[in-house]
């Protein structure tokens, strides 16, 4: 596996694998690599040639400082786990790597409400900051393919946004890979180290709280069934953001559904200090 940290030196072998017509596959993680991450780079080799994995704890998508200080930070495991599964290449950059302490400020990226509903409205500048760190990453690796965890939807639907805004990123395809779970259902997260044994008991009752929007949903007014969803949660010891069901393509609010629009259940929550976050298709 080759290890990249500088941009100039990925690029120079990025060039010769292109010249080789090789399909290039590239999975954006800023490593504490868990299985989730591990489906993602499986995902990668079997539909490209090449895989690169970047790893790169990205700043300006934090909006919380104390969060970032806090990220877990594993790379030899990260390495080691990503020589094991097969992945060719790794991005490792450095802070001044991604963000040149001479260029000028970071592009303001249209992101539409995707930035102000859901996360957008809880972590204000996370997405600006997830869009301008994958845009620089999409123009130093030159992916033909990309894989991203549908644990995180809102992100993925902010990707797909800012590859259609821009031509360079036109061929770009990216895919949408299936959250993996803890046996008791909580999803994958490189979060989920900070949990206490007690938290990681209680935490499977985000998915238990899915599952329920799920069995209880029926054509009408949603808003009590968000409400009792909620509830249950408070409970359970959680401080939810939001308990909120959605248009599954626009992530639009849907306070009432028709029966038909296809719907997913999202649910950001604080289990002591950690905020955790789910979603699911509900129909
Ligand atoms: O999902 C993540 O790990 C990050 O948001 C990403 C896409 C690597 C950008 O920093």
Known sequence: MRLYKNKSDIQGFITHLKDKKRVIGFVPTMGALHAGHISLIQAARQQSDFTVCSIFVNPTQFNDPGDLQKYPRTIEKDLYLLELHGCDAVFYPGVEEIYPPNAGPAPHYNLGRLESILEGAYRPGHFQGVADVVSR????????????????????????????????????????????????????SSRNTRLSAEELRKAPAIYQTLLYLKEHLAPGDLAPLQEAAKIRLIREGFRPDYVSIVDTSTLEACP????????????????????????????
């Open 137 to 188: 990453l999409f123009y130093t690796i030159r992916p033909d393919k990309v894989f991203f965890g549908q644990k995180d939807l809102q992100q993925c639907r902010v990707i797909e946004r800012l590859m259609a805004d821009n031509p360079d990123f036109e061929r770009i395809r990216m895919q949408m890979v299936p959250t993996l779970r803890e046996p008791g259902g909580l999803a994958m």
């Open 256 to 283: 009432s559904w028709n029966g038909q629009t296809p719907l997913t259940g999202l649910i950001a929550a604080y289990l002591g200090e950690v905020r955790l976050i789910d979603n699911m298709e509900l129909v």
